[in-house]
T-cell receptor
Framework: KAGVTQTPRYLIKTRGQQVTLSCSPISGHRSVSWYQQTPGQGLQFLFEYFSETQRNKGNFPGRFSGRQFSNSRSEMNVSTLELGDSALYLC?????????????FGPGTRLTVT | TQLLEQSPQFLSIQEGENLTVYCNSS?????LQWYRQEPGEGPVLLVT?????EVKKLKRLTFQFGDARKDSSLHITAAQPGDTGLYLC????????????FGSGTRLQVQP
């Protein structure tokens, strides 16, 4: 099976702009989660989508939003970018029906805000 | 305060040495996972433990889940430079919703 793919891998944006990141989960996985990873805060949970519905949400401002399509692909949008949004954004998919909730991560999108 | 505390935060050792990384919490987890992340890549799942007291081995890596399901450890025997990376533990709490809480990570460097 192909792994989780994320596009683009690298992105440079200017403060105030918006950005959309894309994630394609492993075939058969219906749950997609997004995380922000920074050196200072580590891996922080943004939100999770399951069957096109946001099922869980972390403590991030409303500038961070996402959606999931009927084929389980997901997008994440950040509006009005701030310098502090520079981070590695990771997408993870999971089967969500097993005994334990295992996450399979993509390579991430490195976002730099200048 | 992190729900999952990992220690040590950094570890630099020579090839061939043994090491143990700890993941501790005051909360009970229904399952706990360990991931390894290399620079510029996403974390890769190494193992999942679900039963208190469970021990799993993956070649030179030994994972243990505490009896009370509040803590876990990762022991590496005869570390190799290829073991270098960021090790993350992540726990799923039995709250009825599927979500993982990640520890802050242990950055391991193995010198040849």
């Amino acid at each position: 099976k192909a792994g989780v793919t994320q596009t683009p891998r690298y992105l440079i944006k200017t403060r105030g702009q918006q950005v959309t990141l894309s994630c394609s989960p492993i075939s058969g996985h219906r749950s997609v989660s997004w995380y922000q990873q920074t050196p200072g805060q580590g891996l922080q949970f943004l939100f999770e989508y399951f069957s096109e519905t946001q099922r869980n949400k972390g403590n991030f401002p409303g500038r961070f939003s996402g959606r999931q399509f009927s084929n389980s692909r997901s997008e994440m949008n950040v509006s009005t970018l701030e310098l502090g949004d520079s981070a590695l954004y990771l997408c993870a998919s999971s089967f969500s029906g097993g005994l334990s909730y295992e996450q399979y991560f993509g390579p991430g999108t490195r976002l730099t805000v200048t | 305060t992190q729900l999952l505390e990992q220690s040590p935060q950094f570890l630099s050792i020579q090839e061939g040495e043994n090491l143990t990384v700890y993941c501790n919490s005051s909360s009970v987890f229904s399952s706990l996972q360990w991931y390894r992340q290399e620079p510029g890549e996403g974390p890769v799942l190494l193992v999942t433990v679900v039963t208190g007291g469970e021990v799993k081995k993956l070649k030179r890596l030994t994972f243990q889940f505490g009896d009370a399901r509040k803590d876990s450890s990762l022991h590496i025997t005869a570390a190799q430079p290829g073991d270098t990376g960021l090790y993350l533990c992540a726990g799923e709490r039995d709250t009825g919703r599927r979500a993982l809480t990640f520890g802050s990570g242990t950055r391991l460097q193995v010198q040849p």
